[in-house]
Nanobody, 120 residues
Framework: QVQLVESGGGLVQPGGSLRLSCAASGTIFSFNAMGWYRQPPGKQRELVATITSGGSTNYADSVKGRFTISRDNAKNTVYLQMNSLKPEDTAVYYC??????????????WGQGTQVTVSS
């Protein structure tokens, strides 16, 4: 019943900005970690950025200094602010969330994916 709903994808010119949002529903608990992954055409899915419930962040080297991940724990929503976009950022972006429950059991959820295209 947990669902991740993404929004904000689209077409943007090189050098432009875009903000992705991912809202989780179906749970009253705050996710231990949320993040963004992307899958360029013909390539494997890769980490973009993650953020814990405490605000600790991790970024892929390719996006450091350009992308910023943030979250609203009360809303179980994660954001990805993407600046200085490059054509190589073109990919399907996926929202991810992890919820650790009793006994250390981890439940992982994925969004449906949203297309980000950077092109002139």
């Amino acid at each position: 019943q947990v669902q991740l709903v993404e929004s904000g994808g689209g077409l943007v010119q090189p050098g432009g900005s875009l903000r992705l949002s991912c809202a989780a529903s179906g749970t009253i608990f705050s996710f231990n970690a949320m993040g963004w992954y992307r899958q360029p055409p013909g390539k494997q899915r890769e980490l973009v950025a993650t953020i814990t419930s405490g605000g600790s962040t991790n970024y892929a080297d390719s996006v450091k200094g350009r992308f910023t991940i943030s979250r609203d724990n009360a809303k179980n929503t994660v954001y990805l602010q993407m600046n200085s976009l490059k054509p190589e950022d073109t990919a399907v972006y996926y929202c991810n969330a992890v919820l650790v429950v009793f006994g250390g059991l981890a439940n992982e959820y994925w969004g449906q994916g949203t297309q980000v295209t950077v092109s002139s």
